[in-house]
């Protein structure tokens, strides 16, 4: 049915040896026929090294020093010859055993979708049914999502990003590829569990570097037309939410930062036209109005 299709299912990991042979059972657990498992360890100083042992059927790869995520999603992503890339965190899993296959079939009958993102749910929410149709989207979550290899190497995969912790990455290449006429879309009901462990994870730095990758971000991909209203817009509107999080000094840290790389992002401008990001703030409304 799938032509001789192939699938690559990328984990990047790191010290989460208790939850990473969740994401390995579940990933091995699918029905697709032809697929293949990575996993990407960077410098885990806990048990995940011992686990090679265990999934002699996975392959593995390691860093001895702490990298950012960027570098590691494009090896990954392009280190391979498969039709398809599956984008699973370590602490998260399939919970049925066809839901690559669904994804897979989806991708296959519409050559313009790039990115397929899977319903990711979350300690304290419930399935839901399988909707008859994907909606349209305008961003994805990369702990559950299957894109399509040839549209990745089209747009050049993804782009650095001053912060380490990365976190608007997605937005930059969903804006991209929207801008090359590809679609991004979201299926309800092919679930993705994200146990979202606090290990490995530090708030304020993920908050800071949010900030500087946002605004880095805008520069990057902003046409200029645009660029004057949306980008005191962001500044004022993150401050806002940083003040009734409590958060104002990562703020002022990612603002900082994004000061520094400021001359970096303008280097790596390449706008996109003023349709795609239209197009773009357009589903993110529209996604909005829908979860409220």
């Known amino acids: 049915a799938f032509n001789g299709m192939k699938v690559r299912i990328g984990i990047i990991t790191r010290n989460r ?14 029905d697709f026929p032809d697929k293949e498992i990575i996993v990407y360890d960077i410098a885990s100083s806990d048990e995940t090294p011992t686990l ?5 059927q996975v392959q ?30 370590d602490d998260a899993w399939f919970l049925a055993p066809d839901e690559l296959s669904r994804g897979v079939e989806l991708m296959r009958a ?46 050049g995969y993804y782009r ?27 299926w309800r009901g092919l679930h993705i569990w994200h146990e979202r462990t606090a290990v490995g994870r530090d708030r304020h730095d993920q908050h800071r570097s949010l900030i500087c990758n946002e ?44 000061g520094k790389s400021f001359r970096r992002a303008l280097a790596a401008r390449a706008p996109v036209s003023v349709r795609a990001y239209r197009e773009y703030f357009r589903r993110a409304r529209l996604g909005k109005l829908k979860n409220e």
């Open 52 to 56: 090679r042992q265990k999934y002699p």
């Open 160 to 186: 650095k990003l001053p912060a380490v912790y990365g976190g608007t990455e997605e937005t930059d290449l969903c804006l991209q590829l929207l801008d090359r006429g590809y679609d991004i879309m979201v």
């Open 215 to 258: 605004f880095s971000g805008l520069i990057m991909n902003c046409p200029l037309v645009m660029l004057p209203v949306l980008l005191p817009w962001r500044i004022v509107s993150h401050f806002l939410a940083a003040a009734r999080a409590g958060e104002l000094k990562s703020y002022r840290q990612g603002l900082v930062l994004f």
């Open 60 to 89: 593995w790869l390691r860093s001895d020093e702490r990298l950012d995520m960027i570098g590691p999603k494009n090896y990954l992503m392009s280190q391979t010859d498969a039709d398809f890339y599956f984008s699973l965190d």
């Open 110 to 155: 519409n050559p313009k979708l790039a990115v397929l993102a899977y319903d990711i749910l979350l300690p304290g929410m419930s399935p839901q049914k399988l909707a008859e149709k994907p909606e349209k989207h305008h961003v994805f979550i990369a702990c559950g999502a299957l894109l399509r290899r040839s549209a990745l190497e089209e747009v």
């Open 17 to 30: 040896a208790a939850l990473l042979p969740k994401a390995l059972d579940s990933a091995l657990a699918q």
